[in-house]
């Protein structure tokens, strides 16, 4: 994605917290709580990435983000101050957050996190590699951070987190993958902040999640040649870069094998998502075709297939290089994974979108109950 103007001046008045880690990933933890519903969602919010892991009534995010506009703005009500993730996550019964965790330091991938840390309680919160950059854009003064300004509200009690190797929240572990290449991470430029992903994986009741922020093909073939690298089956995977040809490749999704994937990407020469749609035309046919194994595709933007050329300039309604909408079992939408303690799992589809936020554009609006929602909304 774009390269993010390092915002100066503001100092941090957040303390760090490091994590403790593990001496070999080789030990994988199959974490077993007391909940018997845990819901993995993915929320449908252009070219960005916002996605938690719902327990009880606390959630843990995987990135905080929103698609940007077409100059890579990312200040305003549409974007920065944006309420269609808040009122979702209220409405799918969430209280408190307990961890965000921010992949890499593009803003389509924490634009909406002062939108959040003004409606939740954050208890803590992860940084990327070279986090400072974000840090330093933290202020513990809400009223410092307005829609205008490039600040972000967090309050002085969220602990933060290093890059690390592992983590553990709500007696979950969870893995970052990308540690066993710290070394060359570090060597990359800003050019290249994809490459520094963290890659995040854990598994909890059976089920195993892997959640990718932008990781390319890069970072991907260098852990595939890693020694310490492990790799297990996932359930769920969350398909990187929004559906860029220069995702992890085919050879990286063989090794996980996984059953269910969800891009969250559109093409942003949808009009309906072009506010979102960061001026890229998202989902590929190459990053269909590396994930063409999995039992169920899911999209949470839309394909326009009517066109075998790339974008050109001031074309509309152009594909990317030959996405077919029947690449996706669905399309335009947010889901939600529901998985239980016994094995079984559900999956669910919701109408709202950023670009059409219908029933949840308002707290205050009239909105269907959940469970009755879902009844109609299977997958």
């Not at 845990?38 to 990135?63: R, V």
């Given at each position: 994605?774009?390269?993010?103007?390092?915002?100066?001046?503001?100092?941090?008045?957040?303390?760090?917290?490091?994590?403790?880690?593990?001496?070999?990933?080789?030990?994988?933890?199959?974490?077993?709580?007391?909940?018997?519903?845990?819901?993995?969602?993915?929320?449908?919010?252009?070219?960005?990435?916002?996605?938690?892991?719902?327990?009880?009534?606390?959630?843990?995010?995987?990135?905080?983000?929103?698609?940007?506009?077409?100059?890579?703005?990312?200040?305003?009500?549409?974007?920065?101050?944006?309420?269609?993730?808040?009122?979702?996550?209220?409405?799918?019964?969430?209280?408190?957050?307990?961890?965000?965790?921010?992949s890499h330091n593009h803003s389509d991938h924490y634009a909406n996190l002062d939108a959040i840390a003004k409606n939740f309680k954050i208890n803590n919160l992860v940084l990327p590699l070279n986090g400072n950059s974000l840090?330093?854009?933290?202020?513990?003064?809400?009223?410092?951070?307005?829609?205008?300004?490039?600040?972000?509200?967090?309050?002085?009690?969220?602990?933060?987190?290093?890059?690390?190797?592992?983590?553990?929240?709500?007696?979950?572990?969870?893995?970052?993958?990308?540690?066993?290449?710290?070394?060359?991470?570090?060597?990359?430029?800003?050019?290249?902040?994809?490459?520094?992903?963290?890659?995040?994986?854990?598994?909890?009741?059976?089920?195993?999640?892997?959640?990718?922020?932008?990781?390319?093909?890069?970072?991907?073939?260098?852990?595939?040649?890693?020694?310490?690298?492990?790799?297990?089956?996932?359930?769920?995977?969350?398909?990187?870069?929004?559906?860029?040809?220069?995702?992890?490749?085919?050879?990286?999704?063989?090794?996980?094998?996984?059953?269910?994937?969800?891009?969250?990407?559109?093409?942003?020469?949808?009009?309906?998502?072009?506010?979102?749609?960061?001026?890229?035309?998202?989902?590929?046919?190459?990053?269909?075709?590396?994930?063409?194994?999995?039992?169920?595709?899911?999209?949470?933007?839309?394909?326009?297939?009517?066109?075998?050329?790339?974008?050109?300039?001031?074309?509309?309604?152009?594909n990317a290089e030959g996405a077919k909408n029947s690449d996706y079992d669905h399309q335009n939408a947010s889901y939600e994974y529901r998985f239980f303690k016994n094995g079984s799992y559900n999956k669910y589809y919701f109408?709202?979108?950023?670009?059409?936020?219908?029933?949840?554009?308002?707290?205050?609006?009239?909105?269907?109950?959940?469970?009755?929602?879902?009844?109609?909304?299977?997958?």
């Amino acid at each position: 994605m774009k390269k993010i103007i390092a915002f100066l001046g503001t100092i941090s008045l957040f303390s760090i917290t490091f994590s403790n880690t593990f001496a070999c990933n080789k030990t994988i933890q199959e974490n077993t709580i007391e909940e018997n519903q845990i819901s993995y969602y993915t929320l449908s919010i252009g070219n960005g990435l916002f996605s938690y892991l719902k327990i009880g009534s606390k959630a843990i995010l995987f990135d905080a983000g929103i698609g940007l506009d077409q100059f890579a703005i990312w200040k305003g009500r549409k974007h920065k101050t944006n309420q269609f993730a808040s009122n979702f996550l209220k409405w799918t019964g969430v209280e408190e957050i307990e961890t965000v965790f921010i992949s890499h330091n593009h803003s389509d991938h924490y634009a909406n996190l002062d939108a959040i840390a003004k409606n939740f309680k954050i208890n803590n919160l992860v940084l990327p590699l070279n986090g400072n950059s974000l840090k330093n854009r933290f202020v513990s003064n809400r009223e410092k951070s307005t829609s205008i300004n490039e600040k972000i509200y967090l309050n002085s009690n969220t602990k933060l987190y290093n890059f690390e190797k592992t983590y553990r929240f709500l007696d979950i572990d969870f893995y970052n993958w990308s540690y066993s290449e710290l070394n060359y991470m570090k060597g990359l430029s800003s050019k290249d902040e994809n490459n520094a992903s963290a890659i995040i994986y854990f598994k909890v009741n059976s089920k195993s999640i892997l959640i990718t922020g932008d990781a390319e093909q890069e970072l991907g073939n260098r852990l595939l040649k890693n020694k310490e690298s492990n790799f297990y089956k996932v359930d769920i995977y969350q398909v990187p870069h929004h559906g860029s040809k220069n995702a992890l490749s085919n050879n990286f999704v063989k090794k996980v094998n996984p059953s269910i994937c969800y891009v969250s990407g559109t093409n942003g020469d949808e009009k309906s998502y072009r506010e979102w749609g960061g001026d890229h035309i998202f989902p590929t046919a190459k990053a269909y075709s590396n994930i063409s194994s999995c039992q169920n595709r899911y999209l949470t933007g839309k394909v326009l297939s009517n066109s075998s050329s790339d974008k050109q300039k001031n074309d509309y309604f152009v594909n990317a290089e030959g996405a077919k909408n029947s690449d996706y079992d669905h399309q335009n939408a947010s889901y939600e994974y529901r998985f239980f303690k016994n094995g079984s799992y559900n999956k669910y589809y919701f109408e709202p979108t950023v670009s059409n936020p219908n029933f949840l554009s308002s707290i205050n609006s009239k909105k269907p109950d959940y469970e009755t929602y879902l009844n109609d909304h299977s997958l």
